[in-house]
């Protein structure tokens, strides 16, 4: 079948049309050939994504103003259809709080439209200033729990079961009053139980935020809002699972001290030296990034001043936002991409094994295309199946002020950008050409990938300031893919951090169960992988935290593959 | 307490001055200058401390770095493992290169907030990051990138290796340590 007013077909007929259609290219060999085509569209209204997020003050007169929202894909009714979670902010005038804006749970209804049960779930955030949002099943009760990060108490909503959620924050110890931004669940001591990282931005009550006056001098033509330098950066936390649905605070004793008062922000979790444990990665905004490696036992050590991931090749710490963790030259070692600040290029850290990055910003040609927006939430995800990660970045200003001066080259609402990997871990930027969706200009923050129509490749949900989100549909002309669904007997973890290796043709692509990552955002968990024109993988290796491993050969491709861990 | 104590200085020399000095002269009273005379050689005294204070964190950094250096050394002759002493050498050398550990991070960046810059020209000029006080852009890339290479030698560190790396570091250090403080 096809719905000819989108031009786009559905699952049931896509394999056929698919193998008609292509001619044979095994995923990654396209090596200096032209990206395939990228074709976004925003479809959030006719899906019913309305919900507008709101933002402080027109004039982000505090950085609160303007430092957004995350979005979350996650199947909370495990109906086989992601539901979308968006964090909201408050609207004011002046000093005065105009609204607080409700969260939302979007239901998908399976038919490429979504139904508000926010208030029926439950999860309107509690009348919070929302910031970002995580999500896992931290008590292991078959269910996908959501945290919300929040300025003020967190809030960690419990799904019941039966549609609706109960806020567990303050029984859970998980409140931490203050500023708090990305997070990321993942099982830091191999206990069987999911722990916490809440990163944290910076000190302030809610007095300052609405008390704020534009005193930062913008390149001696404007007052714009002040911070982050001048403001006291705020202690991230770790919380330890006590395994009973409840957590300690453990910063000290795992050796994550915030010694350096970071202006945190997005945080990832993964195993980035392959030693079978999970570090994180935290970007923190104007100072050095944080690398916790894993010690065992629930102790880390900060080795980020010189692993090469701290600060970029020059030695400068940048501002630091958002966390996309990949593999864009398909050797297996995790990448990491982090988006930076306007006026300085985002980063791409190629991981040379062992934990140890190198900033290849410049040599994949992302560093000069990044360098004058302003970056936040961004993926690594391979968007045009064809076998390699390409790249999404969410941009906006945060000073609306910048339209005044248009000298500077600078605009408050910016396109968000894509790039096609040209197969190398070479970057080659196609937003023009990848239709009306990347077409947009707003001031967007959170970014959060999932195949939400389940038709075989990853769409977009963007959050910006003071919008509703865009939801972008991705219509590129596709090719083969494979997606891997892990499951995790209940007392064994969770799924997070769990890596899948595929091979396909002699070639082998890796991808990894994330929470947190982007900016304030948590993507589709199930793992994507484009398959070129090819209709099998040859070999699924699904590896556990635990150390064991499933597989699974002669895999059909264009199709959802369940794998559960034998208990 | 600072402002509290300035305020308290000018109260007890504005006392102390005569009506008629005050009457007959346009000129700032000579206690008034004499006071502030004095505290500017408060200031400046006190930015030459912080000077010399972030060079004994350097050479304290250096001295602990070459000590582990030595160890490190010493294991490898005895054909020992020395991965440990080898990442221990990469933090420490990180640490030169980024004036000070995490802790002393947050302390720069407190003095930021006050409005502090130990060399605010050149930060203009691009020599310095932003509240590093000795250790300047072109020396910190050379420790953090020699750090990396040390912290990836790791169980695989030869001593020609690792003393080929510690030259770089020593000669790095030893150009720092015969610089002077700016300005002053």
Redesign the interface.
Known sequence: MMDRQKGRWTLAAFPILLFAQCTPVPPGEATNLEPTAFHFVDVAAAAGMTRVLHAGRPGKDHLLDSAGTGAAWLDYDRDGHLDAYLVNGWKLAGNVVLEKGSNALYRNRGDGTFEDVTELAGVGGEGAWGSGVAVADYDDDGWVDILVTNFGANVLYRNRGDGTFENVAREAGVEAVGWNTGASFFDADADGHLDLYIAAYIEATLDDVVGAERTLDWKGVDSVAFGPFGLTGALDHFFLSNGDGTFRDATDRAGMRDRARGYGFGTRAADFDADGDLDLYVANDSDANYLYRNEGGGKFKETGLWSGAAFDANGAAQAGMGVAVGDVNRDLVPDLFVTNFAEDFSTLYIGEGRGFFRDASDDSAIGAATFLPLSWGTVLSDLDNDGDDDLVIANGHIYPQVDDHPRFGMTYVQRNQVFANLGNGHFKEVSDQAGPGFALARSSRGVAAGDYDNDGDVDLLITSLDEPPALLRNDSSLRSWLSVVCRVPAGQGGVIGTRVEIEVGGRRMSRDVSSGGSFLSAHDPRLHFGLGSADHVDRVTVHWLDGTTSIETGVRGNRFLVIDKRP | MKKTLLVAICFLVLTAIPAQAQMNDTETPRPLVDAYDSLADTILAAKKTEWNLVHSILASTYGHAEAVMNSAMTKLEAAGDASADVEKL??L???M??EG???I??VR??L??G?HHHNAKGEEQGIY??GFVIVT?AS??VF??S??R???L?SSASKDALTGEWDTVKKEFRKLHAGTPLGM
């Open positions: 990469a933090a050398v990180a640490q290169g980024n550990d995490a802790s991070a947050a960046k407190r930021l907030e409005g990051d932003e852009r910190k890339k953090l990138d750090a990396t040390i912290g990836k790791g």
